[in-house]
C-alpha cells in the first residue's frame, strides 16, 4: 500500500520523467557528452539559484524555483545515467532504453526514501525549504570533493549515493511547494 509521500512522490516524478521525455524528443541525449562533475556543476548552479532567490526575495529571471527543482531531479538522474553507462561510447541512445534505466534510478532512490522515512519519522516535513536547499548544496560541496579525489573515499558513501540523496530532497521541496500540482 502507498503512503501519502510515496504518492506524492509519485506524482512529483511522473512531471518530472515526462519534462525528461519531452526534452530527450526534442534534444536527442546531447547530455552524454557531459563528464560527471559537468553534471554535478549544472545541478549546483540550479541549487545555488534557488539559494541565492531565497536569500534576496526576488527574481528577476521569471523561471520559478520549482523548475530549477525538477531540473535538480532530472539532472540527479542523468547523473546516475551517466555513471551506469560509463562504459557506453554512444552519444545518442533511444528513450525507450533510457526509459527503463531513469525508472530503475528511481525506483531505487524511492526504496532510499522509504527507509530514511521509516527512521526519521519523515522529519523533512517540519524543516523550511531554505534549509533542504542549504542541505542540497552541501551534499553538492561533497559530491565536488568527491570527484576532485578522484571518486576516492575513506568512510563516506560514493557520488551516487550523494545523487540519490539531493533527488529526494529536491521531491521533498516541490513536494512542500505544492509545485507538481
Known sequence: MKT????????????????FANKTKDYGTAWRILRLPSI????????QRIRSIQEKGTQQVAEPIHDEFIGIINYCLIALLQLELQQDPRIEIPYEELE???DHWVDQTLALLRQKNHDYGEAWRDMRVSSITDIILMKLYRVK???????????????????????NYA???????NAHA
Request: net charge negative; with cysteine.
Open 100 to 102: 527503463k534505466r531513469y
Open 171 to 177: 521531491v521533498f521541496c516541490l513536494i512542500k511547494l
Open 40 to 47: 554535478t556543476d549544472q545541478i549546483f548552479i540550479k541549487a
Open 145 to 167: 570533493q568527491i570527484e576532485d579525489n578522484a571518486g576516492k573515499t575513506i568512510v563516506s558513501e560514493g557520488v551516487a549515493a550523494n545523487y540519490q540523496d539531493i533527488l
Open 4 to 19: 501519502h509521500t510515496e504518492s506524492e512522490y509519485t506524482q512529483v516524478i511522473s512531471h518530472c520523467k515526462t519534462l
